[in-house]
């Protein structure tokens, strides 16, 4: 296969202040160093503006979409960049209603179309399709006030999170009926609608991830891994795994994606089993990079560079990716603290300050 560079300007990776970002920007440094690279977080000290191999800058928030995309487009044509990834759910969402319109400029975004994306930004959205569907979920109530809590049976605990929450964000285990109504007022105030679910029992070892790429609703690649520990241990950022092969899990979340799709791009199904053999249970889509996409490319499938090649209409990426790739190999990894030098900031001169 070609290089990188040779199919494309440069790709601007966002959110490399986080896992999902700083894993694609490294396998993609890994996967060609001559690649153009730029870094974009909108934390100045975000550690991967300062990964060797990139050049680094600051974006605005994306909570202002239209300031945000102007941004974007201002960094991509200063740094001839033609693809961009972005590395989190606020940005996919201020990206996704223009993908069509860049791609015309022959700007690259890899996301799906708007309402497609909301499956994996909404949670109460994406249980009523699987439900509708079919498809196995932990019974869930979606409450629109106090008193639609006397309708919960599902017992307890029982598990209440926001319906857009990031990770273990809101996410609380009241123990009674009463804990219930007073958990769900406070998470409702603070994170906005918000759902009560079965509590299904397990610890990070039971979570496991399908992560996806897609090419307009076609499945390009697959893989699986599953949670060791997290941050916190009841459930959170992801500090350790490992790669998994299993083909009922692997389907069942394949199931809900289609069911929710057509996608486009990057998209990761969360799925609870408590026990093996016992039926896997729907968390969430992330969609964007999976936390742990990096394991991935230290097992030998590095799935930034088939995002690029994909994006750059690689011939040679093919028609039909999961015949020809090779299996990726059994991988743990655990994430660890770096240590990194950055440049101190440059003073105005005396002029400029007066």
């Given at each position: 296969?070609?290089?990188?560079?040779?199919?494309?300007?440069?790709?601007?990776?966002?959110?490399?202040?986080?896992p999902?970002?700083?894993?694609t920007l490294?396998?993609?440094?890994?996967?060609?160093?001559?690649?153009?690279?730029?870094?974009?977080?909108?934390?100045?000290?975000?550690?991967?503006?300062?990964?060797?191999?990139?050049?680094?800058?600051?974006?605005?928030?994306?909570?202002?979409?239209?300031?945000?995309?102007?941004?974007?487009?201002?960094?991509?044509?200063?740094?001839?960049?033609?693809?961009?990834?972005?590395?989190?759910?606020?940005?996919?969402?201020?990206?996704?209603?223009?993908?069509?319109?860049?791609?015309?400029?022959?700007?690259?975004?890899?996301?799906?179309?708007?309402?497609?994306l909301?499956?994996?930004?909404?949670?109460?959205?994406?249980?009523?399709?699987?439900?509708?569907?079919?498809?196995p979920?932990?019974?869930?109530?979606?409450?629109?006030?106090?008193?639609?809590?006397?309708?919960?049976?599902?017992?307890?605990?029982?598990?209440?999170?926001?319906?857009?929450?990031?990770?273990a964000?809101?996410?609380?285990?009241?123990?009674?009926?009463?804990?219930?109504?007073?958990?769900?007022?406070?998470?409702?105030?603070?994170?906005?609608?918000?759902?009560?679910?079965?509590?299904?029992?397990?610890?990070?070892?039971?979570?496991?991830?399908?992560?996806?790429?897609?090419?307009?609703?076609?499945?390009?690649?697959?893989?699986?891994?599953?949670?060791?520990?997290?941050?916190?241990?009841?459930?959170?950022?992801?500090?350790?795994?490992?790669?998994?092969?299993?083909?009922?899990?692997?389907?069942?979340?394949?199931?809900?994606?289609?069911?929710?799709?057509?996608?486009?791009?990057?998209?990761?199904?969360?799925?609870?089993?408590?026990?093996?053999?016992?039926?896997?249970y729907?968390?969430?889509?992330?969609?964007?990079?999976?936390?742990?996409?990096?394991?991935?490319?230290?097992?030998?499938?590095?799935?930034?560079?088939?995002?690029?090649?994909m994006?750059?209409?690689?011939?040679?990426?093919?028609?039909?990716?999961?015949?020809?790739?090779?299996?990726?190999?059994?991988?743990?990894?655990?994430?660890?603290?770096?240590?990194?030098?950055?440049?101190?900031?440059?003073?105005?001169d005396?002029?400029?300050?007066?």
């Open positions: 296969m070609r290089a990188l560079h040779q199919l494309s300007r440069g790709v601007l990776v966002t959110g490399v202040g986080a999902p970002g700083l894993g490294r396998s993609l440094i890994q996967a060609d160093p001559g690649l153009n690279l730029v870094a974009a977080d909108l934390n100045a000290l975000a550690g991967g503006l300062y990964e060797p191999g990139a050049r680094g800058i600051t974006l605005p928030a994306a909570a202002d979409a239209e300031g945000y995309r102007s941004a974007v487009r201002a960094a991509m044509q200063a740094y001839d960049c033609d693809i961009i990834i972005p590395g989190s759910e606020a940005e996919a969402k201020a990206l996704a209603p223009v993908a069509p319109a860049w791609k015309k400029d022959g700007l690259r975004v890899p996301l799906p179309a708007p309402d497609v909301e499956f994996g930004l909404d949670k109460g959205k994406l249980l009523d399709r699987v439900r509708a569907c079919g498809l979920h932990p019974q869930t109530l979606q409450p629109q006030t106090a008193a639609d809590l006397d309708g919960w049976s599902g017992g307890f605990p029982c598990v209440v999170k926001p319906r857009t929450s990031r990770g964000r809101g996410v609380s285990y009241p123990e009674s009926a009463e804990e219930l109504a007073e958990i769900w007022a406070e998470t409702h105030r603070d994170h906005g609608p918000s759902l009560v679910q079965q509590f299904i029992p397990g610890g990070a070892e039971t979570v496991y991830t399908i992560g996806s790429l897609w090419r307009q609703g076609e499945l390009i690649v697959s893989t699986l891994h599953r949670k060791l520990q997290t941050n916190p241990p009841s459930g959170g950022v992801a500090i350790a795994g490992e790669t998994v092969e299993d083909d009922a899990l692997m389907q069942a979340g394949l199931d809900i994606l289609r069911a929710s799709g057509p996608w486009h791009g990057l998209a990761a199904v969360e799925l609870k089993r408590p026990a093996p053999g016992a039926p896997p729907l968390l969430e889509i992330n969609p964007r990079m999976w936390g742990f996409g990096y394991l991935m490319t230290l097992a030998g499938l590095n799935i930034p560079d088939l995002l690029v090649r994006c750059a209409d690689d011939p040679e990426l093919g028609n039909h990716i999961p015949d020809r790739i090779p299996p990726y190999s059994p991988t743990r990894m655990t994430r660890t603290w770096m240590d990194v030098e950055i440049p101190m900031p440059v003073e105005n005396k002029e400029d300050q007066a």
